[in-house]
């Protein structure tokens, strides 16, 4: 199926541990993106690449850091978890402006 | 910066009711305006999209309409199903941007 997914769709850990959240996308987009939505379902986005290159980049902890291997996948790799860092993050890619995105699944992070 | 304000939830309506959920918008130029909506436990899906002002986006019953002169992008569906109920998040990107900016979400509950 064509799709954005993303592994693991639920992850619980200790406070201090790494942990990667994988992104893959068989769209053909070009453009992939990261969001956090807290427990009040705000999103907020939090890094995209375009082509593998950064484009955007909000003000998150650099204990966030996305990997792009190319361009049909965006990795996030988060280091010394913290509590606040419980959250879902969504995966997201695009082909051009103006034509909203398409979303994985999610991945509910849950620090303890 | 571009912003998007929606109104709060959560909304409980009773199946067949008319509903509507107002958004509008703060963004320079001409962005582009997006519904999406997030079911229990699932990733968002794109509901509708309007590109330029005075058209109408429409799907599976729901419509909404560019405004503007408004600024604004209001949902509606004019007889509400029990599965409808949901998260509904207005959205906008800006013009030759790759960033969506979302509304903090409007939750429905449709009850028989």
């Known amino acids: 199926d064509t799709a954005v997914s993303q592994t693991p769709k639920y992850l619980v850990t200790q406070m201090g541990n790494d942990k990667s959240i994988k992104c893959e996308q068989n769209?053909?987009?070009?453009?992939m993106y990261w969001y956090k939505q807290d427990s009040k379902k705000f999103l907020k986005i939090m890094f995209s690449?375009?082509?593998?290159?950064?484009?955007i980049n909000e003000t998150v902890p650099n204990r966030f850091s996305p990997k792009s291997p190319d361009k049909a996948h965006l990795n996030l790799h988060i280091n010394s978890l913290e509590l606040g860092d419980s959250a879902v993050y969504f995966c997201?890619?695009?082909?051009?402006?103006?034509?909203?995105?398409?979303f994985g699944s999610g991945t509910r992070l849950t620090v303890v | 910066g571009d912003s998007v304000t929606q109104m709060e939830g959560p909304v409980t309506l009773s199946e067949e009711a008319f509903l509507t959920i107002n958004c509008t918008y703060t963004a320079t130029g001409y962005p582009s305006l997006f519904w999406y909506v997030q079911y229990p436990g699932e990733g968002l899906q794109l509901l509708l999209k309007?590109?330029?002002?005075?058209d109408k986006g429409s799907n599976k019953g729901f419509e909404a309409t560019y405004r503007k002169e408004t600024t604004s992008f209001h949902l509606e569906k004019g007889s509400v199903q029990v599965s409808d109920s949901a998260v509904y998040f207005c959205a906008l990107q800006g013009a030759g941007s790759y960033q969506l900016t979302f509304g903090k979400g409007t939750k429905l509950s449709v009850i028989p």
């Open positions: 997201a890619s695009s082909s051009e402006v103006g034509y909203g995105y398409t």
């Open positions: 769209l053909g987009h070009d453009t």
């Open positions: 309007a590109t330029k002002a005075d």
């Open positions: 690449y375009n082509n593998k290159e950064l484009i």
